[in-house]
Every structure is written in C-alpha cells, then in structure tokens.
C-alpha cells in the first residue's frame, strides 16, 4: 500500500511563492512515476507537472510552465512542486498522485492512470 502526505500548501499574495512536498510511504519509490494535480472549486481535477521515475523526464501544464518546477528525491521518498510567480488562477487543492511503472519511464498526464493519490493541500493566491 502507497501513502502520499502533501505539505507546503498556504496563502500566498499573487506573485509570491511556495513549495510543495509530497513524502510518499512506499517500498520502491524509485519505481513510480509521480505527478502533481490541481482542483479548484467547482472545476475537475486537472494535470499540472510529472516527472518519471528517476527524475530525468519533466513535463508541466501549459499554465505552468516556466513558473513551477517539479522535483524528486529518490533518498527521501518526496516529490516537490516549486510554486514561483503564482496567480489567482493558481488557487486550488494540490493533489500529489503515484504510478507504479518500473521499469518504464513513462509520464503519465491522465488522472486515471494514477492509483495512489494523497489528500491534498490548499494553495490560495491572493490578488
């Protein structure tokens, strides 16, 4: 069984920053691609960044890039979601989601795909 724990979340003035973790209990963590996801009020859950499971492959939602920058330490069991230059539009619930795909390094974007999911953290942005 996987447990994802997110952290970081808060309120933030727009063009401010923040850093999200998400720490991940979990035997292999090396073999799981994780992802970050978003869900604002009244929206569905959208894709915001994944990065495979070595960390080699990135890849973020037009809306963010250039702005968050995703990350992971293999030695910690955390992935990081760096949260620069943030926008009102950028208020939401922060999901962090798992994949197991070892030995692949698949990015999976689709929420469906993901099985393991944490319970979240509030960015709000304020304008």
């Known amino acids: 069984q996987v447990q994802l724990v997110e952290s970081g979340g808060g309120l933030v003035q727009a063009g401010g920053s923040l850093k999200l973790s998400c720490a991940a209990s979990?035997?292999?963590?090396?073999?799981?691609?994780m992802g970050w996801f978003r869900q604002a009020p009244g929206k569905e859950r959208e894709f915001v960044a994944v990065?495979?499971?070595?960390?080699?492959?990135?890849e973020y939602a037009d809306p963010v890039k250039g702005r968050f920058t995703i990350s992971r330490d293999n030695a910690k069991n955390t992935v990081y979601l760096e949260m620069n230059n943030l926008k009102a539009e950028d208020t939401a619930v922060y999901y962090c989601?798992?994949?197991?795909?070892?030995?692949?390094?698949?990015?999976?974007?689709?929420?469906?795909?993901?099985?393991?999911w944490g319970l979240g953290t509030q960015v709000t942005v304020s304008s």
């Open positions: 979990v035997g292999t963590f090396s073999a799981y691609a």
């Open positions: 990065i495979s499971r070595t960390g080699s492959t990135m």
């Open positions: 989601a798992a994949k197991f795909v070892f030995p692949s390094s698949q990015t999976p974007r689709s929420s469906i795909e993901y099985r393991y």
